[in-house]
Structures are given as structure tokens and as C-alpha cells.
């Protein structure tokens, strides 16, 4: 993991103006932007990751109902990454009959 970042407080003097949006900017543009997703698992190894809850559940519905092999070992677990997860993947998804996990999986991780 990266080393955290060390943070000190300070109080202003009275007589100093501040610009809040500036203030806000520069801590936007260092920081490193996570992204929520909702991960499917598979016996807890991590196989796809999906926008929402409800997209992830869907897919786990959907293969628990196709009797898909694994389907006792499925589950989803939220999740915060540095990677945005791609519409593309749900899209995918919508457009496939999916049997198995491990057949059709929609992010690689």
C-alpha cells in the first residue's frame, strides 16, 4: 500500500482571507480519485466488477437461476479502486445469456 500522506492542522490568523475554492482545488488536483464498484466473487477470488448493487445482484440472480456450477459460491462485496469501471461492462452483460462466472467474465481483475 502507498504511504498515507501527513496532514497537520493550523489555525489562521484573524486578519487572513482564505479562498475556499482554491483552497478546494489544489486538494482535488493531488488527491487520488477512488471509484465505488460492487464486486461478484466467486469462492471469494474476486472475478467481476460491476456500476451498482443492483447490476451485481442482477448477475448473481441470473446464474444462481441458470443452476450455473458455482452458483453456491457467489457473492458481492463493495469495493473502492483507482480504476473506474467501464459502462461497458453492463452493456455487455444485458446483451449475453450468461451460464457460468467463469465462462463470461466482464471485468478481468
Do not use: W
Not at 448493487?53 to 446464474?63: G, H, P, Q, R
Amino acid at each position: 500500500m502507498e504511504d498515507l500522506p501527513v496532514y497537520k492542522s493550523t489555525m489562521l490568523k484573524k486578519d487572513v482571507e482564505t479562498n475556499d475554492d482554491e483552497i478546494y482545488e489544489t486538494v482535488i488536483a493531488s488527491g487520488t480519485k477512488y471509484y465505488k464498484c460492487y464486486t461478484i466473487t466467486d469462492d471469494d477470488e474476486e472475478k467481476a466488477n460491476l456500476l451498482t448493487f443492483a447490476d451485481a445482484e442482477s448477475v448473481v440472480n441470473k446464474l444462481k437461476d441458470d443452476d450455473s456450477a458455482n452458483a453456491d459460491d457467489l457473492g458481492i462485496v463493495e469495493k473502492y479502486d483507482t480504476r473506474e469501471v467501464e459502462a461497458q461492462a453492463l452493456k455487455l452483460l444485458k446483451k449475453t445469456k450468461i451460464t457460468s462466472l467463469k465462462q463470461h467474465q466482464l471485468m478481468m481483475l
